[in-house]
Structure formats: structure tokens, C-alpha cells
């Protein structure tokens, strides 16, 4: 297996046919996708409910911010051959069905046979602030696990990226990423309440190696 993870957004339906948005870090075997969600996970329960799940290649790193701050909800369109949906804003997806499953009470291993996949838009590359920003949302959704002066040495540091580099929708995500920060510590005295994240929502986040709360 090829141990090398990719950041993608997974998208998966209950049996109610609720869809779930989850950043995801996976392994590519061969022509199987491997998944391994920590327990609990929204995204295993419904995987193993249906059998399916869809692999979301996206550049709007909206997207990855949004889901480890409490912003879930992103426009959905059906897929084409398995019981599911892919985000309306991907590059591309890959429709994926459930082959195997070996059981582990931490961490089940999930391989994926690629059922379908299609190309909706070119993959231009990323930016150096897109880049930041998913390096961001990884420390966003590890606010519970890593040291403060940690977590603000390398957000000054993407921060140049976002400086340089930055167009509207990084800029959005970042001031996501950056209130998640402040709202995980205790809001600052006279911080609106209206556009902030709730507490604790930064720590939901499956990105890379997810961090055990449901992605």
C-alpha cells in the first residue's frame, strides 16, 4: 500500500439518505481507495449502512476549513452509479463501494473499489494559500491535542502564504481557521457572536490522521 495520504473530502449518505461532508486523508492500493476513520465517525456509520462513499478532489479549501469549524453543509449533486452524492464544487469524483473491512475498535480499515469517476473541471493547481489553508484546518482539528505556542508558531507562519497569496475564498476559510483559534480558547471580550463557529466545532475535523471525533 502506498502510505503516502492524500487530502480529499469524502462525501457519504445515511440510509435516510442525509449526506455528510468529511475531509478525509486516504491511501490509494493499487485501484482500491483505503479509508481509516477513527471511531466514532458519522462517515464510517454510513459507509457501512451503504456500502458506498464518493472521493472529492476540490481546490476550494473553503470546504476543509468549513467542515473542522461547524460548517458542514455544502451544495451536493446525485452521483451516477452508486447510492450517494459529490460535491457540487469538485474537481472531480470517484464512486466507490465497499470490498472490505477489517475491524479494528480504534481504527477499521475501509478498501474501496472505484465503481465510477468523472472529470468535471481542470486541476490548475494549488496555491501557496490554498496549501496554508489545508495545513491550517489540520491544526485547527488538532486544537485539543497540540500545545498553544505550537499552534500559533505555524499559524504566523501560513499566515505569509495567506498574506502573499490569498484570493476571497482563502481569505473566507482563514478567518474561519483563525476564530475557531479564539473561540476554542475563550472569546476574546467583545467578540461578536454572530459570525463564529460554536465551541469545540474546530476539533470535528478528519483530516491526515483524524483526530477520533466524528468526521
Known amino acids: 500500500m502506498n502510505d503516502l495520504i492524500f487530502e480529499t473530502v469524502v462525501t457519504t449518505v445515511s440510509r435516510e439518505e442525509r449526506p455528510h461532508v468529511a475531509p478525509l486523508g486516504v491511501r490509494y492500493r493499487d485501484d482500491q481507495v483505503v ?27 473553503r470546504v ?7 460548517r458542514k453543509t455544502w451544495p451536493t449533486v446525485p452521483v451516477e452509479r452508486v447510492a450517494g452524492v459529490r460535491l457540487a464544487c469538485a474537481l472531480g469524483h470517484v464512486e466507490l463501494r465497499l470490498e472490505s473491512q477489517t475491524d479494528d475498535p480504534q481504527r477499521p480499515v475501509l478498501l474501496m473499489g472505484r465503481v465510477h469517476e468523472r472529470q468535471h473541471a481542470p486541476f490548475i493547481g494549488f496555491n501557496r494559500a490554498q ?3 489545508i495545513e491550517g484546518a489540520v491544526l485547527v482539528s ?24 490569498a484570493g476571497p475564498a482563502e481569505h473566507e476559510a482563514w478567518r474561519w481557521l483563525n476564530e475557531a483559534v479564539a473561540n476554542f480558547r475563550g472569546r476574546p471580550p467583545g467578540r461578536p457572536k454572530a459570525d463564529a463557529p460554536p465551541r469545540g466545532a474546530a476539533a470535528e475535523g478528519g483530516l491526515g490522521v483524524n483526530t477520533g471525533r466524528r468526521a
Open 131 to 133: 496549501a496554508a489553508v
Open 142 to 165: 488538532r486544537l485539543h491535542m497540540l500545545p498553544r505556542d505550537k499552534i500559533d508558531s505555524e499559524m504566523r507562519y501560513l499566515q505569509i502564504a495567506i498574506d502573499k497569496t
Open 35 to 61: 479509508l481509516m476513520p477513527f471511531r466514532p465517525s458519522t462517515t464510517l456509520d454510513n459507509i457501512v449502512a451503504t456500502g458506498h462513499a464518493v472521493l472529492n478532489i476540490v481546490v476550494d479549501t
Open 64 to 70: 476543509f476549513a468549513g467542515c473542522v469549524t461547524g
